[in-house]
């Protein structure tokens, strides 16, 4: 499973409350990547990291903001949820951006009320 | 941006029936095709993948077929066993520097004994 943990794994939120969702790996990878499945969309990327403190967008980024202050945590955030944000979100790394293998982390199952 | 299509969207078989899964790709500089597996209730599994330099990839049961012509690839599934109903995704390489994945909507593969 390429040791990758994400916390918490179930969640419910009120709308308009901050929730942060961590995504911890143990072999330093340099790239981590976080996604969002919903039904009928497949898995759409959020936001992405390169390295520590680089990050860029995805394809559905808005309302999302992340942070890699160590290179084993990537953190995603949303800073005030909406019930648009219900989702299953998966943390996926790669051992190389360029060899662009990903394996997926256990997710994190998000209810915003 | 990249944009993945897959199809079927559903697809029931019997036992031992070969199952095939079709996708396109939009951007012709894309160099890297995956496909995952998906599980109820688990994370996306990599099950084989294929690159633009090669036009078929065998292991055991399952293929992959690459037309960078046409901007399609393919899944084949030989000898189909219960056990591999499952959601199937496809997925392409997209942007330039440090690329990331688009995926395709899945595939629901029904397997009946």
């Known amino acids: 499973d390429a040791g990758i943990t994400q916390s918490p794994r179930h969640k419910v939120t009120e709308t308009g409350t901050p929730v942060t969702l961590r995504c911890h790996q143990t072999?330093?990878?340099?790239?981590m990547y976080w996604y969002r499945q919903d039904p009928g969309h497949g898995l759409r990327l959020i936001h992405y990291?390169?390295?520590?403190?680089?990050?860029d967008k995805g394809e559905v980024s808005d309302g999302y903001s992340v942070s890699r202050s160590k290179t084993e945590d990537f953190l995603l955030t949303l800073e005030s949820a909406t019930s648009s944000q219900t989702s299953v979100y998966f943390c996926?790394?790669?051992?190389?951006?360029?060899?662009?293998?990903?394996?997926f982390g256990p997710g994190t199952r998000l209810t915003v009320l | 941006g990249e944009n993945v299509e897959q199809h079927p969207s559903t697809l029931s078989v019997q036992e031992g029936d070969s199952a095939v899964i079709k996708c396109t790709y939009s951007?012709?500089?894309?160099?890297?095709f995956p496909w995952y597996k998906q599980e109820l209730g688990k994370r996306p599994q990599l099950i084989i993948d294929?690159?633009?330099?090669?036009g078929e990839k065998k292991d055991q049961r399952i293929a992959v077929t690459l037309n960078k012509t046409a901007k399609h690839f393919s899944l084949h599934i030989t000898e189909t066993q219960p056990e591999d109903s499952a959601v199937y995704f496809c997925?392409?390489?997209?942007?330039?520097?440090?690329?990331?994945?688009?995926f395709g909507k899945g595939t629901m593969l029904l397997v009946s004994p």
């Open positions: 294929i690159r633009s330099n090669v």
């Open positions: 951007d012709s500089a894309s160099n890297y």
């Open positions: 997925a392409a390489t997209s942007g330039s520097g440090y690329s990331t994945l688009t």
């Open positions: 990291s390169y390295g520590v403190k680089d990050t």
């Open positions: 996926a790394i790669s051992t190389s951006g360029r060899s662009n293998e990903q394996f």
């Open positions: 072999e330093n990878h340099r790239y």
